[in-house]
């Protein structure tokens, strides 16, 4: 059933975007809001998943990985090794730590948590191929699976270079 709900929540948002392709994506500016839930479970785990957004992957601070990423973290990112380890050692190559913002810099859509699993959708900017000079909005999904207060596996729509 979870999955059931998330898959119909991720056609809706997909959905929503081809009728209106036109129109571009905008983040939502109450990060509070998104993050509220009437389940303290889930909030909980928006707010993990938050924080290691702002911390770890937006802020580069790769030494609290630990605090957020199980050990045997399942990564399905195929550019990125799996395990706690393989992110760690992955990201210390291409990032460097910069200070902590008190809110996710990149804008995000939404964030919906269902169960264990925490999905963020973010606006990503591409060129556009068609005009030259010119850019389209689109969006960018993450997908966290939670499981005792730290994140155990990781999906996005990323491709092999």
């Known amino acids: ?3 059931n709900l998330l898959a119909l ?3 809706g948002l997909l ?3 081809q009728a209106a392709a036109s129109e571009p994506v905008t983040g939502n500016p109450d990060h509070e809001a998104l993050l509220s839930s009437a389940d303290p479970r ?3 785990n928006k707010r993990l998943v938050y924080d290691f957004w702002r911390e770890v992957f937006e ?3 790769l030494e609290l990985a630990d605090k957020y990423l199980a050990e045997s973290y399942i990564q399905h990112n195929p550019r990125v090794p799996t395990g706690r380890a393989g992110f760690v050692e992955f990201f210390g ?3 460097r730590p910069k200070p902590i913002e008190s809110r996710v810099r990149t804008p995000i859509v ?3 948590a269902e169960g264990e699993l925490v999905l963020l959708s973010f606006v990503r900017e591409y060129p556009d191929a068609r005009e030259p000079g010119k850019s389209y909005t689109s969006t960018w999904f993450d997908l966290f699976r939670v499981r005792d207060g730290r994140i155990v596996e990781h999906w996005d729509a990323a491709t092999r270079p």
């Open 42 to 44: 889930q909030a909980a």
């Open 15 to 17: 959905s929503v975007g």
């Open 59 to 61: 802020g580069g601070h």
């Open 9 to 11: 929540a991720l056609m």
């Open 93 to 95: 190559k291409v990032t």
């Open 1 to 3: 059933m979870k999955n």
């Open 110 to 112: 939404s964030i919906i």
